[in-house]
C-alpha cells in the first residue's frame, strides 16, 4: 500500500543533542510537510517542500532545518533540541500546489522527548 | 483573518447515538477547500473529507455525513450511531491562499470525542 512512513516512532534525545527524523513515502507526491504537534494543540506547520523548493514558517525557529534529497525522502533536523521542542512530529505529503486543495496525507508520527 | 472554530472541546456520547461536531470557518477567498481530519489516539492523522468552495452538496459516507452551508460558513459533521472506535480528535481545517499564493491548512483547535460503551 502506498504511505508514509516516519522513523524512528519514538525518538529520546537529550537537551542539546542534535537529533533526526526521517520521513519517506511512495505516494510519489511532490509536497512534503513537517508539523509539529503539542499535547492538545492543532498541528503547527513547520516548513514545505514543493518539489526541491523549501519553504520556512516565518516563525519557525532557526533551531529547526529540513532536508530533501529526493522525492521520496524529507528529513527533520533538530541543531540543539529544548525541552520545548518535545512534542509529535508530523510528515505529511500531496499533490500538486503546496497546502493547495488537494488533501495531506500524514505519517503516524515520531514523537520526540527531550531529556 | 483567517480561522476556523471547533467550538466544541470535548464531547462525551454513549455508543449507538448520533453525534454532531461542528466547525465554522472565516475566509475572504472565493475559492477555498475544507477538510476534515480524524486523529484516534495512536497520533496518525486520517484524512476523511475535502470539500471545494463551489460544491455545497452535502456528502455520505457510510455512518458519516457531512453539511456544507456556504450561508453559515459552517461545515459540521455528523456521526450516526457512533463506535467505540470512533473516539477520537477530530480537527476540521480550511485552504485559502496566502499573499504569495501559497495554500496552507489553518487548522481548528479540534474536538475530542469520547464514545462509550
Known amino acids: 500500500d502506498a504511505m508514509v512512513i516516519q522513523n524512528p516512532r519514538y525518538q529520546v534525545t537529550q537537551f542539546g543533542k542534535p537529533v533526526t527524523l526521517s520521513c519517506s513515502q511512495t505516494l510519489n507526491h511532490n509536497v512534503m510537510y513537517w508539523y509539529q504537534q503539542k499535547s492538545s494543540q492543532a498541528p503547527k506547520l513547520l516548513f514545505h517542500?514543493?518539489?526541491?523548493?523549501?519553504?520556512n514558517e516565518a516563525d519557525t525557529p532557526d533551531n529547526f532545518q529540513s532536508r530533501r534529497p529526493n522525492t521520496s525522502f524529507c528529513f527533520l533536523d533538530i541543531r540543539s533540541p529544548g525541552l520545548g521542542d518535545a512534542a509529535m512530529y508530523l510528515c505529511a505529503t500531496s499533490r500538486g500546489l503546496p497546502g493547495g486543495g488537494n488533501e495531506q496525507f500524514f505519517g503516524p508520527g515520531t514523537r520526540l522527548t527531550v531529556l | 483573518a483567517q480561522k476556523v472554530t471547533q467550538a466544541q472541546t470535548e464531547i462525551s456520547v454513549v455508543e449507538k447515538e448520533d453525534v454532531t461536531l461542528d466547525c465554522v470557518y472565516e475566509t475572504r477567498d472565493t475559492t477555498y477547500y475544507l477538510f476534515w481530519y480524524k486523529q484516534p489516539p495512536s497520533g496518525e492523522l486520517v484524512f476523511l473529507i475535502r470539500r471545494n468552495s463551489f460544491d455545497e452538496q452535502n456528502e455520505i459516507s457510510g455512518r458519516y455525513s457531512w453539511n456544507f452551508q456556504k450561508s453559515t460558513s459552517s461545515f459540521n459533521f455528523t456521526i450516526t450511531a457512533s463506535q467505540v472506535v470512533d473516539s477520537a480528535v477530530y480537527f476540521c481545517?480550511?485552504?485559502?491562499?496566502?499573499?504569495?499564493?501559497?495554500?496552507?491548512?489553518?487548522w481548528g483547535l479540534g474536538t475530542s470525542l469520547a464514545v462509550n460503551p
Open positions: 517542500y514543493y518539489d526541491k523548493d523549501f519553504n
Open positions: 481545517a480550511l485552504s485559502e491562499s496566502d499573499a504569495g499564493n501559497n495554500r496552507k491548512l489553518i
